[in-house]
């Protein structure tokens, strides 16, 4: 009996130890991470992006977005940087990307740099994090402690690029494709709030303005007077990759306009004005957008928030993956 209790309780104890050692193995991002290894690490992404956007006012803009396409595909492990080889079929040629996604160079740089100074330290997958926290502060937006400490993997995956929100989708599309990789409609609406930069092209918003969803007329939801001028910008099947401001209001600029314009009926995407026009967004995401756009720091701190949320999504830690020293491929190919 006692020998029979005591083999139960050295398995209960074996079972604690054997949790406590795959805990620690699975590490948990960290703004540290990089101190003793590679302390300069934010003030060399900083200076890279300064320089680069010199030449390019975008640029900002540019790494933000990157960093959600890489983070909604495989997680943030800098899947995205990966160019097509005999086993890697890159997803830059998914058409969320192809001809859109831009900035890459930008990252090499940033990534050089970097290898100079520490080489074989810093991932491709945290550089893009760094880079896109510069980007928003350096614009006027928040800034937040960046976590740290992701790893690069080995694999891409076009497939799931393939998936990528749409500017397509309805709003209960995009509410499901966040919440696949864990984000709320908090965190929807707020990412989303990134479209208070950059710019779009006429391809991804031409059927408002002439033929919505098949109608043979414009967007309804649609302000007559923004359609007027997105109709010279964007003539009928021409310049289809014309660039337009994502933000009318303040394009370069990281403020909380986005959120007006769309209570303005002046969401540049479908997917932007859905967030406010969707009939089931008045018990979705709608109180949200009016939230934002009535308080710059309720959305400076939801956005952030967001971020960290974001750059959370399925992360390579520990020994899992690899640092890539050059982030278009991986190491030893
Ligand atoms: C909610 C789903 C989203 C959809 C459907 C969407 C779609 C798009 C599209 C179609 C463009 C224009 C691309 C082009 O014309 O080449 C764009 C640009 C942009 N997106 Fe999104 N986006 C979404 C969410 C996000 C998120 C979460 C972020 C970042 C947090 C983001 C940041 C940006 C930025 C900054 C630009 C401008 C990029 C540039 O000028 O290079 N977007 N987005
Ligand atoms: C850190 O990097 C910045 C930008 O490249 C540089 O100006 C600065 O001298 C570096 N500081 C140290 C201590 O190396
Ligand atoms: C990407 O864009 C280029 C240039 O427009 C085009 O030739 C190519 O077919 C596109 N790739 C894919 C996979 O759609
Ligand atoms: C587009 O049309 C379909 C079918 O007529 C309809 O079910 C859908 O709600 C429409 N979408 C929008 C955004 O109006």
Redesign the pocket.
Known sequence: MLSNYSASLSSVVLTIFAVLLLRGSEAQLSSTFYDRTCPNVSAIVTSVIKQAHQSDV????????L??HDC?VQGCDGSLFLDSTPTIQSEKSAP?NN?????FPVVDNIKAAIENVCPGVVSCADILALA?EASVDLSGGPSWSVLLGRRDSTTANLASAMN??????TLSK?RS??SNVGLSDTD?VA???????????C???NQRLYNFNNTGRPDPTLDTTYLATLQQSCPKNANLNG??N?DPTTPNKFDKNYYSNVENKRGL?Q??QELLSSSDAASTTAPIVNSFASSKSTFFRA?AT??IN?GNISPLTGSRGEIRSNCRKINGS
């Open positions: 975008r640029i900002y803009a540019s790494l933000t977005r960093f959600f909604f969320a001809n859109s996604a831009r900035g896109s990528l929100p749409s500017p397509f989708d995009l494709k966040f929807l990412l989303s709030g990134a479209h208070t930069f950059g710019r779009a092209q391809r991804f918003f660039l337009n994502l995407l997917s932007d956005f967001s971020m974001m």
